[in-house]
């Protein structure tokens, strides 16, 4: 995948230093997540549009949709003229409705089963996501190299979110989404309502083509060298200060302090 010239060279995971929190440093291991999990109701929620399908399409898509889903009929015991009916009669003028309602049902829970994403953002000095996600300031930022991450052949797709307005929700159509190509999974786990664009946020996404994966099939190992640099929030106690400093001096990670400017509502910091 070539990299676009927006794509940072560090990307920033905020985290408290509380059990699984501290992982990314103390065992090297990140959690791709559900979107279930997520907090935003629209998140990975973009519906294929079947409303968009016009006649001429309609047998277009049946015909791909039996071809990519042969060997899955086959080992059901059922046969293309009768899923071909049945689709026919389906994406009739009268039923479409209800078969975009379903099939958007069935991918939501698929997207929720099978894709696993790693919500990073390309800034460190976020004063809301150092509250919302550091535990009130008293966390720690993690910096990663994006690039080692993008072609560390963990993930499937990385790249920045987009927040397009509501004039720009994302399209995606039947005959785009039956090819398959992972565009489609990319435009809908990459586009979020520009309130979220606070966040600045980059992701790293896994689709479990195989199995569905359990919890511990979520979490991922990366070696030290992944780790550009560490920053310690404002208000982290010294206790937890003194343990983040530790394991940085000893794989050789930079680590800095948080500070507050003065006489502005900005975030600072200073190499330890």
């Given amino acids: 995948m070539e990299t676009p010239e927006n794509y940072p060279e560090i990307v920033y995971k905020y985290r408290p230093w509380k059990g699984v929190g501290k992982k990314p440093l103390t ?12 907090n935003d109701p629209f998140d990975c929620r973009i519906p294929v549009n079947f409303l968009l399908l016009k006649e001429e399409g309609k ?23 009768e899923i071909k009916k049945f689709l026919q009669t389906r994406l009739h ?15 939501f829970r698929m997207y929720d089963q099978r894709i696993g994403i790693l919500s990073l953002s390309i800034d460190w000095n976020n004063i809301l996501m150092w509250s919302h996600y550091a535990r ?18 963990l993930f499937d797709n990385g790249g920045p979110v987009s927040y ?8 995606i159509h039947p005959l785009e989404d039956i090819k398959g190509e992972p565009e489609t999974i ?3 786990s990459h586009n979020k309502a520009k309130d979220w664009f606070y966040e600045k946020e980059y992701r790293l996404t896994k689709f479990f083509h ?6 511990n099939c979520r979490q991922i190992h990366i070696n030290s060298d992944y780790i550009a640099e560490v920053i310690i929030g404002l208000r982290t106690p010294e206790a937890h200060k ?15 302090q948080v500070k507050q400017v003065e006489f502005k509502f900005l975030l600072d910091r200073d190499e330890i």
Avoid at 164 to 171: D, Q
Avoid at 242 to 256: E, R, S
Wanted: hydrophobic share 25%; charged share 35%.
């Fill in 27 to 38: 065992h090297f291991e990140l959690y791709l997540a559900s979107p279930k999990d997520f």
């Fill in 59 to 81: 047998n277009q898509y049946i015909d791909e949709y039996i071809k990519k889903h042969k060997n899955t009929f086959l080992r059901d015991g059922r046969n293309e003229i």
């Fill in 93 to 107: 003028n009268s039923n479409i409705e209800n078969f975009h309602k379903e099939f958007e049902e069935k991918s």
């Fill in 136 to 153: 009130e300031h008293s966390g720690y930022c993690i910096g990663f190299y994006e690039e080692k991450l993008r072609n560390s052949g």
């Fill in 164 to 171: 397009p307005s509501e004039e720009e929700y994302p399209i």
């Fill in 186 to 188: 990319f435009k809908n």
């Fill in 210 to 215: 195989k199995e569905i994966p359990t919890l």
């Fill in 242 to 256: 003194a343990k983040i400093i530790k394991i940085c001096k000893k794989k050789g990670i930079k680590v800095f």
